[in-house]
C-alpha cells in the first residue's frame, strides 16, 4: 500500500466523489471549503492506494496534545476487504506514542444505519479506542468521541479544538477574549 499527501493543487475526482459519497451531507464541508482548509491549516490529508488503485483516504488535524482524525474513509467497494485495518494500522504506526480523537456516528442514537454504526464503534474498539462518553449532537445526529492513546478526554478539551479551528473556518467571528 503507497501514499501521497493531497492538496487542493493534486486532489482528483475519485478523492472528491469518495468524501461527498462516504459522509453524510451534514457532516461534511462543502469540497470547495475543504480544499481551502487544506492549503490554510495543519492538515494531513493522505489518499491510499494498492498499486495503482485509489482505495481511501484520511484527514488528521494533527495537535500538540490529542491528533484528530477527521475523515476516514474507504471506497465502498473495498470495504470489508481489510484496506480500512490496513489504513488505520499505517495511521496509528505513523502518529505512534500520541493520542487521537475521532467522532463518529453514535451507536446508541435510533437511526436507520444503527448496524453500520455499531461496526464501525467495535472497529474501532478492536483497534484500542474507547468510549470517551463525550457526546455532540450536529443536526440531529450525535456523535460518540472515541479515543486511543493516552489521557482523557472531555467536553473542554472538544471545545478547545473547535476553537482552533474556528480560526481557519470563520475567522471573523471569533470573539475577542
Not at 145 to 159: H, P, Q
Request: hydrophobic residues 35%; glycine residues 6%; charged residues 30%.
Amino acid at each position: 500500500m503507497t501514499t501521497k499527501q493531497i492538496t487542493a493543487v493534486n486532489t482528483n475526482e475519485k478523492i472528491k466523489r469518495l468524501y461527498e459519497t462516504a459522509f453524510p451531507e451534514d457532516e461534511q464541508i462543502p469540497w470547495k471549503d475543504l480544499m481551502r482548509l487544506v492549503e490554510e491549516m495543519p492538515l494531513d490529508f493522505t489518499a491510499y492506494y494498492d498499486g495503482e488503485n485509489f482505495i481511501g483516504f484520511t484527514i488528521v488535524y494533527p495537535r500538540k496534545s490529542i491528533n484528530w482524525f477527521w475523515y476516514f474513509a474507504v471506497c465502498e467497494e473495498l470495504r470489508g476487504k481489510g484496506y480500512g485495518q490496513k489504513i488505520l494500522t499505517q495511521m496509528i504506526e505513523h502518529y505512534k506514542g500520541q493520542s487521537f480523537v475521532l467522532d463518529m456516528e453514535s451507536p446508541t442514537q435510533v437511526s436507520e444505519n444503527i448496524d453500520q454504526r455499531k461496526r464501525r464503534q467495535n472497529f474501532y474498539f478492536r483497534n484500542g479506542f474507547r468510549d470517551t462518553n463525550v457526546y455532540r449532537t450536529y443536526n440531529d445526529i450525535t456523535m460518540t468521541i472515541m479515543m486511543r492513546g493516552e489521557g482523557t478526554f472531555t467536553m473542554k478539551d472538544w471545545d478547545d479544538i473547535i476553537h482552533e479551528l474556528q480560526q481557519f473556518w470563520w475567522p471573523d467571528d471569533i470573539e475577542e477574549e
